[in-house]
């Protein structure tokens, strides 16, 4: 029974790639926030702008990152193991999970996500706070 334990020790390593992945895009994000942040306040001298670009740009590191940490969770759960237990567990993670997102995206966008007319993953957020980071508008 070889062949099992080499699929389970594989996709454990492929898990623990998945959270490693998930932690190092918060603390880059952390860093590349603070930066971005820091750069505007240089530009503009304007604390209002670069908070708005800290808070912006720090918010979708977080939402990137907790969209890893659920992918290596999925992972993790149906794939390593597939217990009653840790389905649950994974429900009430996912549903954290889903919960901050939700809340961290209305504080970033200041509106309702089906008010806006385009829907945007974390990544997008971060894009877009890289963008008016660069260009002294909010």
């Known amino acids: 029974m070889e062949a099992p334990d080499t699929y389970l020790k594989i996709l454990g390593i492929i898990v623990h790639v998945a959270d490693g992945i998930g932690v190092a895009i918060l603390v880059a994000g952390l860093f590349f926030a603070a930066f971005l942040a820091l750069r505007t306040w240089l530009h503009s001298r304007n604390g209002t702008l670069a908070y708005t670009v800290l808070r912006r740009t720090l918010g979708g590191a977080i939402l990137a990152g907790l969209e890893v940490l659920v992918a290596g969770d999925l992972i993790r759960t149906v ?57 002294g508008n909010p």
């Not at 390593?80 to 966008?109: C, K, M, Q």
């Not at 309702?112 to 890289?130: N, Y």
């Open 79 to 135: 794939a390593v193991a597939p217990t009653l237990d840790n389905v649950f567990t994974l429900g009430i993670i996912v549903l954290i999970r889903t919960f901050l997102s939700f809340s961290l995206e209305i504080e970033i966008e200041g509106t309702l996500p089906w008010k806006r007319a385009l829907t945007q993953s974390g990544v997008s957020v971060l894009a877009d706070a890289v963008r008016k980071s660069g260009s």
